[in-house]
């Protein structure tokens, strides 16, 4: 009999790419999955799938009291739906996760997609920080399974809790399609959540002396800022905020883009320090070049095949690595050469036997 499997994340289940690729690589691994969620004012109609899906949603939408709410109505849930394995997806869902398994006696696999109690939102508030820190020290200690997304917090996870745990690294489904021309005038993408500590304000200053367009896709508490910003700029024409896009759709207008955008600040916490974020393969897949931090991961990376154009977070330095881009062909070419033979190595496809290999695994 197949075993049954359930993931809990606190994102909205249409946009969360990385969770719908792992629900549906491991249902076509015979598991029966359920993936549960957030529902939010704006969430959109779930395509159909290969899995079940749940999504709660909650009358707080933000800070303590979501998280609050949102564990205590997925454990009023886990009352009537038992699992064979539950899987917390990062520390915020980790609790009510922690707490079913224990009271069903069935395994905990942990996915710690980042170092949440280093997250810019975190790091600087020692209160918030510690409650996080002990449940990410319960969920590692419980845990049958655990598995993170980069090198540098494997390292750091292992040498924190005395425990293997597995690298998943987070890459899209490979595209081996013709390259989409890009369009006229060419724009930069930036994709992702609009947060603090993404680099975005520095970008728009540099975009003054850039002759080309940006296009935002995604959501988050700062864009009502950005979009001030981009109008004392006199960047409003310049700039583009699409919000939350459908993945789908997001492919396409990735692969029409001269180059991504994938900034960091520095002195923000470890998880940024040693992120591998999603965007970085979704413009590899995509065979366009980008503006990318040097941090270990990307530095590493890099070494193996160069995708990007390092940069460190500064004006000036992110409009010299933007101005290249668009006027040095041959740097440009090289890049775009690179990220086309990148693609073929850097996916899923290789990702996902690794996941399904740790799951067979489980007792």
Not at 4 to 25: K, N, P
Not at 259 to 277: D, H, Q, V
Not at 321 to 350: D, G, V
Request: proline share 5%; with cysteine; aromatic share 10%.
């Amino acid at each position: 009999m197949a075993k049954s499997l359930v993931f809990t994340v606190t994102t909205d289940l249409t946009h969360d790419q990385r969770m719908l690729r792992i629900a549906s690589t491991l249902a076509q691994a015979g598991y029966e999955v359920t993936l549960v969620g957030r529902l939010l004012p704006q969430s959109l109609e779930m395509p159909a799938t290969l899995f079940k899906t749940h999504r709660i949603r909650c009358h707080f939408l933000k800070g303590p009291f979501f998280y609050l709410e949102y564990n205590l109505r997925l454990l009023g849930w886990f009352l009537t739906h038992s699992y064979d394995l539950y899987g917390a997806i990062d520390t915020d869902t980790a609790l009510a996760a922690l707490t079913a398994s224990a009271f069903r006696r069935k395994p905990l696999i942990y996915d710690a997609h980042e170092l949440f109690p280093e997250l810019p939102e975190v790091v600087h508030r020692p209160l918030v920080r510690k409650v996080w820190s002990v449940v990410e020290r319960l969920a590692f200690t419980r845990a049958s399974l655990a598995y993170t997304v980069s090198g540098s917090l494997v390292a750091y996870f292992e040498a924190k809790y005395c425990r293997p745990v597995h690298l998943v690294q987070n890459m899209p489904l490979r595209q081996l399609g013709p390259l989409v021309r890009q369009q006229e005038p060419p724009y930069f993408i930036y994709q992702g959540a609009l947060n603090e500590g993404r680099g975005l304000e520095t970008l728009l200053l540099a975009l003054q002396h850039v002759p080309a367009r940006l296009v935002v896709c995604g959501e988050g508490p700062l864009r009502g800022r950005l979009q001030q910003m981009t109008h004392q700029l006199g960047l409003q024409d310049q700039v583009e905020f699409k919000g939350n896009v459908l993945p789908t759709d997001l492919i396409w207008l990735t692969a029409g883009a001269w180059a991504g955008i994938m900034l960091l600040e520095e002195n923000r916490g470890l998880s940024y320090f040693y992120s591998l974020a999603n965007k970085f393969f979704d413009y590899v897949q995509a065979g366009i070049p980008q503006v990318c931090v040097p941090f270990p991961e990307y530095q590493r990376l890099n070494a193996q095949h160069e995708v990007a154009l390092l940069a460190r977070l500064g004006v000036e330095e992110v409009k010299t690595a933007l101005l290249t881009l668009l006027h040095n062909q041959e740097t440009y070419l090289r890049l775009r050469q690179n990220c086309l033979m990148a693609r073929t190595e850097w996916c899923w496809e290789m990702e996902s036997q690794k996941l399904t290999a740790l799951y067979n695994e489980i007792k």
